[in-house]
């Protein structure tokens, strides 16, 4: 019924930029917060920056200063702009959203993306 599907990852030279995507689709009755996180290999999933519906932004210490979360509100899509990038920012990133679903239950629910690939290397 809800899907997030994510886009914009790969390989980046350190210093480079990459602009991630996401888009969440299905029957959704109102959509509080979304977000980023990512997830290195033998490391737990860590919040990136995350935005709430009144445009609130909340940012990890490691990439504040360097990375842009914004969202559009009407086609129900999240971004994240990734400046300055550095081999530590490698790991799949995730789309989160906070929101409830359409259907008799008014719960709120996490929805998570299927993640992308984000590689920083010379």
């Known amino acids: 019924q809800v899907q997030l599907v994510e886009s914009g990852g790969g390989l980046v030279q350190p210093g480079g930029s990459l602009r991630l995507s996401c888009a969440a689709s299905?029957?959704?009755?109102?959509?509080?917060?979304m977000g980023w996180y990512r997830q290195a290999p033998g490391k737990e999933r860590e919040l990136v920056a995350a935005?709430?519906?009144?445009?609130?932004?909340n940012y990890a210490d490691s990439v504040k200063g360097r990375f842009t979360i914004s969202r559009d509100y009407v086609k129900n899509k999240v971004y994240l702009q990734m400046n300055s990038l550095k081999p530590e920012d490698t790991a799949v990133y995730y789309c989160?959203?906070?929101?409830?679903?359409?259907?008799?239950?008014?719960?709120?629910?996490?929805?998570w993306g299927q993640g992308t690939q984000v590689t920083v290397s010379s």
């Open positions: 989160n959203a906070d929101l409830i679903p359409s259907g008799t239950l008014r719960q709120w629910m996490d929805y």
């Open positions: 299905g029957s959704i009755f109102s959509i509080n917060a």
């Open positions: 935005i709430t519906s009144g445009g609130r932004t």
